[in-house]
């Protein structure tokens, strides 16, 4: 790999980790989501940093093309994400199925508590001194 190939790819990695590292900061992202970025980040850095080791995963996998050793795991990674989110969006479409039935239930209580009252106070004589 060129040197100037070899530098890119290691400041991008280095700047995605340190863009995961800020959000964590700023509380933009939570730590359970950024493990992941954080460990792609360093493996890029680690892959681009020693080439050689990526040739010979690739190699021990019985990829004879290197460089399709880092599409798979793209792909793999892309994946994994997508599938991720998907639970989660599951899980926040049941939870606010859940916070819409009990806000309408509550509702209707307040509804039928502020009607209540009025027709105490309609029962009451006026003038009950």
């Known amino acids: 790999m060129p040197l100037k190939a070899k530098l890119?790819?290691?400041?991008?990695?280095?700047s995605l980790f340190i863009f995961v590292l800020n959000l964590i900061r700023k509380r933009q992202l939570k730590i359970e989501y950024s493990i992941l970025w954080l460990l792609v980040s360093?493996?890029?850095?680690?892959?681009s940093i020693w080439q050689n080791l990526a040739d010979q995963?690739?190699?021990?996998?019985?990829?004879?093309?290197?460089?399709?050793?880092f599409l798979s795991i793209a792909i793999f990674f892309s994946l994994g994400i997508l599938m991720h989110f998907s639970i989660e969006l599951s899980k926040l479409k049941e939870q606010n199925k859940s916070l819409t039935?009990?806000?309408?239930?509550?509702k209707?209580?307040?509804?039928?508590?502020q009607k209540t009252p009025k027709s105490l106070d309609e029962s009451r004589p006026i003038n009950e001194g």
């Open 8 to 14: 890119i790819i290691i400041s991008l990695s280095l």
């Open 42 to 47: 360093s493996l890029i850095l680690l892959a």
């Open 57 to 69: 995963v690739a190699l021990l996998l019985g990829i004879d093309y290197p460089p399709a050793l």
């Open 101 to 106: 039935q009990e806000l309408a239930i509550y």
């Open 108 to 113: 209707n209580i307040i509804n039928q508590l």
